[in-house]
């Protein structure tokens, strides 16, 4: 029930002329303060909202809304099932260039992601428990075979920088590499755009 329903129309027209209902229809309501009073007393209680949907991924609440995951800092995600494997930038994983991704990032000092670009778009953020938030920034035969199957596969590369800025070796990038091994049907979460409203009808 709206106040200005009521108390509108009497300041504009400076008449009292609103009827509770048919059955008392020759009652007119009070004006004044006493009368907004007695209406408050009698108002219905807003309803309240309702406590929304939460999960955790990684140790981390999200808030779920519909099919997607709102982090802390409002980002959205979507759950995505994945194989994962690891390797390191190196002439015997990677080619006679392995300093450089496919779309030019330095590979020994960044983390990120190969993929197949048509399951997953270069520059799409991944966030991969254990090893964080990495965009996909190369590719690899292995990664397009397995899309062809249907499968994503994302390959975790291992930088010769760790993230405490401190360098490892060559050795040391391939036995983390390899320790990964294959693991299968994991969940990561894929960032997403938050959804766009609905505009507004025109007056």
Known sequence: MSFTRYFAIPALLGAVATTASAAT???ALP???????ML????????AEPE????RFDGVAYRVVDDAFVDQEGAWWRPLVVTTTAYSPTVEEC???????ATG???YTRYGVAADPKAL???????IPGYGDAPVDDTGSAMRKSWSRGIVHIDLRIPLRRYDGAWRSEDEANRIALAHGVRRNRIVLMKVAPPVPPASPLP
């Open 52 to 55: 929304p949907e939460t999960t």
């Open 95 to 101: 080619d006679d260039d392995p300093d450089c991704t």
């Open 105 to 107: 990032t330095n590979a």
């Open 121 to 127: 778009p270069y520059g799409t953020i991944l966030r």
């Open 40 to 47: 408050t007393q009698y108002a219905a209680p807003a309803p």
């Open 25 to 27: 229809a020759d009652l």
């Open 31 to 37: 004006t004044g303060s006493a009368s907004v009073a």
